[in-house]
């Protein structure tokens, strides 16, 4: 029989070895200490002209989440859908993270969205960072989802404007969306935000870390999963 209190603190004890008296001061910011890191390196940026629209719905984020909504939504017959991606392609995590050997710790068949929507058989159990990458501008080509989005273009301001009941989104005071805004803000009705839990880049504080050199880190923060480094 299984000792519930016994398993519970041994759980406990298991935190409580991670949990340190700095907190989040473990690390040091990614923004602030190496800024030229988290340009994208795989995709030439394209300049485009200001966008000032309205569309139903707009996804902060073209990972997962925003993939598996604009997906839903088009279902529901709803095409009035945009999503506006920092980086240069759809796949969030999986465009981010591109280290040799990369790959889900989930069984492939329930990790990776619709598959039986867009016809994709993985092709391993736990399948490789391309691959999933590959399912996720698959489902943006089956959905349509690539019609309307924005590429390298960060949402840095969010504003609900009750008198017109919309969103308006652009740049914000560090200004890197600075295409669209703020004097051309986009508006959108709904708004659904990019899930990325683990939001912001961090590293490690140590010794020198501010002397280090070398290729840009990945967009997700240190987290569950290794990350090209
Ligand atoms: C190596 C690895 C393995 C993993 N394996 C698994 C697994 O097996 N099972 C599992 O459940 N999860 C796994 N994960 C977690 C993975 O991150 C999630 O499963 C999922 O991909 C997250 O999708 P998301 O859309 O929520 O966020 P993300 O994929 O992080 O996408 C968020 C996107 O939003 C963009 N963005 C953020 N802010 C803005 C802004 N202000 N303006 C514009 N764009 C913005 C980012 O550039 C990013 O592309 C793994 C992660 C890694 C790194």
Known sequence: MIDRDALLEKYRAER???????????????????????????????????????????MVGGGFAGLCTGARLAQAGITEVRIIEA???????????????????TASIIYMPLLEETG???TEKYAHAPEILAQARKIA?????????????????LTW??????WLMGRGAAGLADRDGPGGPVHRRFRRHRHRALERAQ?????GHRDVQGPPVPHQPVGLWLHRW
């Open 161 to 166: 404007d009750e008198a017109r009941q919309v």
């Open 141 to 157: 080509t089956t959905f349509n989802l690539y019609e309307k989005a924005l590429f390298h273009t960060e949402v840095e301001r």
């Open 87 to 105: 980086g240069g392609d759809v796949g969030g995590t999986w465009y981010w993270n591109r280290y040799p050997g990369a790959q889900c710790d």
């Open 120 to 122: 994709h058989v993985p």
């Open 16 to 58: 409580d070895k991670r949990l340190r008296p700095e907190g989040n001061a473990q690390y040091v910011r990614v923004a602030t200490h190496f800024p030229h890191m988290l340009a994208d390196p795989y995709t030439p940026r394209t300049e485009r002209a200001p966008v000032t629209d309205h569309v139903r719905f707009a």
């Open 203 to 207: 590293t490690s504080r140590h010794p």
